[in-house]
């Protein structure tokens, strides 16, 4: 074997040796050298697991009193580990249920903004010319309307069920969605693979679908982090005001309005569902900022 042919073999086994990465693979490894993300991850984790379970693993019910405990401060002798409200329920068991539906409006209510944002600014940026202004201009119309109003037409309109405060709150928030994304899809539909994609005879649909919005997942992964706590705070905002959840179900932000009005005796009420909710929202904006970090392609090596 001579010298040039023995170069050419070692080479090439050096090729099948060397495994790329993809960038959500290299993304992940770099999320993982984030101190503050991966801690931030943790925290969500044990979060979410606290919340499913902390519930089942107590003696007492959200909505049925403890006749013999009212406003009664944290103790282990009495079994109430975060104190009772002004009518005997357990502090614990309604901060973790509260938690559920919280985090479940973040999610499902950021779910369907996000449904809707990307298909409608994908839509618009590829289509561009007078569809894109048609559309965007709605976009611009919705802006315009008070948030508040909003919701609240909504809510009388369709009532106040839990799930129809998703909706509503979604159907807010997908605006933001929608013009990040339009923005990325027309930097993205003049690229190469896309031209490539057309030549091949794909629909238009096609190229939305298989090219386009694939290519977005690393900026929408980084604003469904931040969405979810802005959510989180609408929500919670709108039961502070009465217009969120109703009894016997609760959340963190229906429990700190509850917590506010009896604040002089009995300050734990608001203690505990306040730092759940200000440690979950610190944590996604944590999380969210080190995505936002691992995924940009600046910063790639």
């Not at 610190?282 to 600046?298: M, Q």
């Amino acid at each position: 074997m001579t010298e040039t042919t023995r170069d050419a073999f070692d080479q090439a086994l050096d090729r099948r040796t060397i495994k790329g990465r993809s960038l959500y693979v290299d993304a992940w490894h770099r999320l993982l050298k984030n101190k503050a993300a991966v801690t931030a991850l943790v925290v969500l984790f044990v979060m979410v697991l606290l919340v499913v379970v902390g519930p089942m693993l107590s003696q007492w019910d959200h909505e049925i009193p403890d006749w013999e405990h009212y406003s009664t401060p944290p103790s282990l002798e009495t079994g109430h580990i975060f104190g009772t409200d002004a009518i005997g329920r357990d502090l614990f068991v309604r901060t973790m249920i509260g938690g559920q539906i919280s985090l479940l409006v973040g999610l499902l209510a950021t779910l369907v903004s996000l449904i809707i944002g990307v298909t409608y600014g994908a839509i618009a940026g590829y289509m561009g010319g007078r569809i894109d202004n048609v559309m965007m201009r709605f976009v611009d119309a919705v802006y315009a309307m008070p948030f508040m109003f909003f919701v609240i037409l909504l809510m009388v309109v369709f009532g106040r069920n839990i799930f129809l405060i998703f909706i509503a709150i979604g159907a807010i928030n997908w605006l933001d969605m929608a013009r990040i994304v339009r923005g990325q899809t027309l930097s993205l539909k003049n690229k190469n693979f896309v031209e490539a994609a057309r030549a091949c005879g794909a629909t238009e649909a096609q190229i939305i679908r298989r090219h386009i919005i694939p290519n977005l997942l690393g900026v929408v992964i980084v604003y469904v982090t931040l969405t979810i706590p802005q959510v989180i705070l609408v929500e919670s905002f709108l039961s502070f005001l009465g217009l969120g959840v109703q009894e016997p179900l609760t959340s963190w932000g229906a429990l700190v309005n509850e917590g506010a009005q009896e604040l002089e005796t009995a300050p734990w009420s608001l203690m505990f569902p306040a730092s759940f909710l200000a440690v979950t929202l610190f944590a996604f904006n944590f999380l969210g900022d080190g995505l936002r970090d691992a995924l940009d392609p600046k910063d790639r090596l």
